[in-house]
């Protein structure tokens, strides 16, 4: 079974802080996301990564930048905290897809990240 | 741009009816369509997901799916529904051999006994 572990369940931080948030996989997966979800507004893509170093843009990057330096961890960083960053962050992995297929997403449970 | 929709943000059913959660779609090709579910403080586990061939596609816990292509549906269907069964369900739709998908914004489904 594939695990997506991140780093914490629960993480309380001050406004401008620079917050770290780690998840690691362990199926060897080529791609790795990082989501935020808010009541109403679903799942949304911040970043995702297809390989190692390698990273591209989702629907919703500003104030966000990630770290891809091995495989099996991708980070996402806060550079600056703000209130408005407030929210549930996901992490998922993804086997590459191959020929016609789109392989289904793996995820982690979930950081519940509040800024103060 | 491709987009998802589910219609109903909060469903009540009672313990043994049946279930029927809505997602219509807007992609322009082919699309690859996916059913999600996330309990209470988890993340999301892939109920079924549908590429091509038979439309009625089967998951796990007796979930079922039907693709309708002139529809642009892809409706999540349980006979009878367990109070284990409530959790939120997300829709997704991706295309082939592209990694991005893009959820709706879920339904919260709530089981009475």
């Known amino acids: 079974d594939v695990k997506v572990t991140q780093s914490s369940r629960y993480l309380v931080k001050r406004t401008g802080e620079k917050v770290f948030l780690e998840c690691v996989q362990d199926m060897d997966h080529e791609n790795m996301f990082w989501y935020r979800q808010d009541p109403g507004l679903g799942l949304r893509l911040i970043y995702f990564?297809?390989?190692?170093?390698?990273?591209e843009k989702g629907d919703i990057p500003e104030g966000y930048s990630v770290s891809r330096e091995k495989k099996e961890r991708f980070s996402l960083i806060l550079e600056s905290a703000s209130t408005n960053q407030t929210s549930m962050y996901l992490c998922a992995s993804q086997s590459e897809a191959t020929g016609h297929s789109n392989q289904p997403q793996h995820f982690g449970d979930g950081t519940r990240l509040s800024i103060l | 741009a491709q987009s998802v929709t589910q219609p109903d943000i909060h469903i009540t059913v009672s313990e043994g009816a049946s279930l029927e959660l809505r997602c219509n779609y807007s992609?322009?090709?082919?699309?690859?369509l996916f059913w999600y579910v996330q309990s209470p403080g988890q993340g999301l586990q892939l109920l079924l997901k549908?590429?091509?061939?038979?439309?009625l596609v089967q998951g796990i816990k007796g979930f079922e799916a039907e693709f309708k292509r002139s529809q642009s549906s892809f409706n999540l269907r349980k006979p009878s529904v367990h109070w284990s069964d409530a959790a939120e369900y997300f829709c997704a739709v991706g295309g082939k051999g592209y990694q991005k998908v893009t959820f709706g914004i879920g339904t919260k489904l709530q089981v009475i006994p």
């Open positions: 992609y322009g090709a082919t699309p690859y």
């Open positions: 549908y590429f091509s061939g038979d439309t």
């Open positions: 990564s297809y390989d190692v170093k390698m990273k």
